[in-house]
């Protein structure tokens, strides 16, 4: 399931419109969708300045998207959230989810800090690995060049102790065209 936001924009004072984070003004939305058939499970309706990384929200589209899933598909659930559900109540929400009969996982993106940045110099070439696209064929760029690399950066990153164990960082890079 994906989990995003978008800014709606409206022309007039509808009801909920709000001046936005973008200097807008409208209403601020957090829908989920099924990645594979592209289904929506949920929609949170939300003013424009509400916020990115309300993690509230969040969990309470994370529970309405569950809730829309038929039991028999709710054995094994992943999640991607972008970098605005990188918050530790949602985390901790995901894995508290997990039980003998349900594994819940989750991608989530991250705002990379100078540590971070350090850390990803500190990798040897060694440690990347080229890409796979979603039907696992190897994503080659242009000529043998490959399009991008991931490695993982666990082992190095320093911020990791405050999250809830097991969490893996993973990092990706894309080498020019």
Request: proline content about 4%; charged content about 20%; glycine content about 10%.
């Amino acid at each position: 399931m994906d989990i995003d936001g978008t800014l709606i924009t409206a022309h007039s004072k509808k009801e909920g419109a709000a001046a936005t984070f973008k200097k807008g003004f409208g209403h601020h939305p957090l829908g989920s969708w099924v990645q594979n058939t592209g289904e929506s499970l949920a929609m949170k309706l939300r003013p424009g300045n509400a916020g990115s990384n309300t993690a509230s929200d969040h969990i309470e589209l994370v529970n309405a998207s569950i809730a829309q899933i038929p039991w028999r598909f709710r054995r094994r659930i992943l999640f991607r959230v972008d970098g605005a559900g990188a918050s530790h109540a949602l985390i901790e929400h995901l894995t508290g989810l997990n039980t003998a009969r349900r594994t819940v996982t989750f991608v989530c993106g991250w705002t990379s800090t100078d540590a971070d940045e350090n850390a990803i110099a500190a990798l040897p070439e060694s440690a990347w690995t080229l890409t796979v696209d979603v039907d696992g064929e190897v994503q080659d760029g242009i000529g043998a060049r490959p399009l991008a690399h991931v490695a993982e950066l666990t082992g190095l990153a320093t911020r990791l102790e405050h999250w809830p164990a097991g969490v893996r960082l993973i990092v990706r890079r894309f080498v020019p065209a």
